[in-house]
Nanobody, 120 residues
């Protein structure tokens, strides 16, 4: 069992910044250092989409729409990942979900989500 808890969402004006954090806990050790973790988002009427991910080795991947504005980072000691979001746009408005993709079982764990709203 893995529990993922997100924090840091909120309301911000266009051009502003937010920092999301996700902490993993549960019966599996070293979640961040052994599995791919990332952030997905889902806006009303849209499918859930990958925003950014980070591999156990630290390799990062970003959606084209956020490249140059968002940065994902991880802390293996704390089993935490962060998403620094700069120059936010109204189209970034969505519920953001933390994800852990297990390397061995291929199972996906999800957090409950945190709302990010960017006003124009």
């Amino acid at each position: 069992q893995v529990q993922l808890v997100e924090s840091g969402g909120g309301l911000v004006q266009a051009g502003g910044s937010l920092r999301l954090s996700c902490t993993a806990s549960g019966s599996i050790d070293s979640i961040r250092s052994r599995n791919i973790m990332g952030w997905y988002r889902q806006a009303p009427g849209n499918q859930r989409e990958l925003v950014a991910s980070i591999s156990p080795s630290g390799h990062t991947k970003y959606a084209d729409s956020v490249k140059g504005r968002f940065a994902i980072s991880g802390d293996s000691a704390k089993d935490t990942i962060n998403l620094q979001m700069n120059n936010l746009k109204p189209e970034d408005t969505a519920v953001y979900y933390c994800n852990a993709h297990m390397t061995v079982s291929k199972w996906d764990w999800w957090g409950p989500g945190t709302q990010v709203t960017v006003s124009s």
